[in-house]
């Protein structure tokens, strides 16, 4: 194995450790030691990787969330953006399961803002969140999303729904099959992105002009 790769391995075994320790019992409770012991290495491998706690933690952050981007991008290639959001939420979801410890704490740093990651995690966010703005703009440009759409907070909303919605999923509902999570939470987001129906448009039930009414 060459040296590069070495080092790319004991930095996964690092992560995975960190996130798990973190994930159970806090970032402040979780020590150097702890997070050595758990990915089996000595205690002067997580500083010569990454400083410092905090710093193995920025790129934790930095690491999962990239990972997240590239599934977003990989599962939404070629496909027509009416599509392509279904494709979000489903790989998010994903990823979602298999990263489940991560998970977890990407939903619990995410929105604090009293934390010395908090630039960290502001630039980790605007990856993820442009790469789904990718996908809304087009289908507005496509008109298959409503033309007046504010793409930033499209954006956003999804994949904060997707976020907490899996989350909850994973903790308290872990029975349900993803493909059912992934049907109800599409439906609701797709709702909300379609075009509103014409001005002229009678709604199904009300009266058609010239009925009597009463």
Same mark, same amino acid.
């Given at each position: 194995m060459k040296?590069?790769?070495?080092?790319?391995?004991?930095?996964?075994?690092?992560?995975?450790?960190?996130?798990?320790?973190?994930? /159970?019992q806090g970032f402040a409770a979780t020590t150097v030691d702890a997070i050595a012991d758990r990915a089996g290495v000595a205690k002067g491998t997580v500083y010569y990787n990454f400083g410092s706690k905090t710093g193995l933690f920025e790129q934790l952050l930095t690491h999962g969330v990239a990972r997240l981007t590239e599934?977003?991008?990989a599962a939404t290639a070629g496909l027509p953006p009416a599509e392509a959001v279904t494709a979000l939420v489903a790989a998010q979801l994903a990823y979602l399961r298999d990263y489940r410890a991560f998970a977890q704490l990407l939903l619990s740093e995410m929105w604090r803002t009293n934390n010395q990651w908090h630039q960290t995690v502001a630039l980790v966010?605007? /990856?993820v969140i442009g790469t789904i703005g990718e996908v809304i703009a087009a289908g507005v440009a496509a008109g298959d999303f409503a033309a007046d759409l504010d793409v930033g907070l499209a954006a956003s909303a999804l994949f904060g729904v997707a976020l907490v919605v899996g989350v909850d999923w994973l903790v308290f509902q872990p029975e349900r099959d993803i493909d059912d999570v992934l049907a109800g939470l599409s439906a609701i987001v797709t709702s909300?992105?379609?075009?509103?129906s014409s001005a002229g448009d009678i709604p199904s039930g009300d009266p058609t002009p010239g009925d009597t009414v009463g």
């Amino acid at each position: 194995m060459k040296q590069a790769d070495r080092r790319d391995a004991t930095r996964d075994k690092l992560y995975a450790a960190a996130v798990e320790l973190i994930a /159970e019992q806090g970032f402040a409770a979780t020590t150097v030691d702890a997070i050595a012991d758990r990915a089996g290495v000595a205690k002067g491998t997580v500083y010569y990787n990454f400083g410092s706690k905090t710093g193995l933690f920025e790129q934790l952050l930095t690491h999962g969330v990239a990972r997240l981007t590239e599934r977003l991008r990989a599962a939404t290639a070629g496909l027509p953006p009416a599509e392509a959001v279904t494709a979000l939420v489903a790989a998010q979801l994903a990823y979602l399961r298999d990263y489940r410890a991560f998970a977890q704490l990407l939903l619990s740093e995410m929105w604090r803002t009293n934390n010395q990651w908090h630039q960290t995690v502001a630039l980790v966010r605007g /990856e993820v969140i442009g790469t789904i703005g990718e996908v809304i703009a087009a289908g507005v440009a496509a008109g298959d999303f409503a033309a007046d759409l504010d793409v930033g907070l499209a954006a956003s909303a999804l994949f904060g729904v997707a976020l907490v919605v899996g989350v909850d999923w994973l903790v308290f509902q872990p029975e349900r099959d993803i493909d059912d999570v992934l049907a109800g939470l599409s439906a609701i987001v797709t709702s909300r992105l379609r075009p509103a129906s014409s001005a002229g448009d009678i709604p199904s039930g009300d009266p058609t002009p010239g009925d009597t009414v009463g």
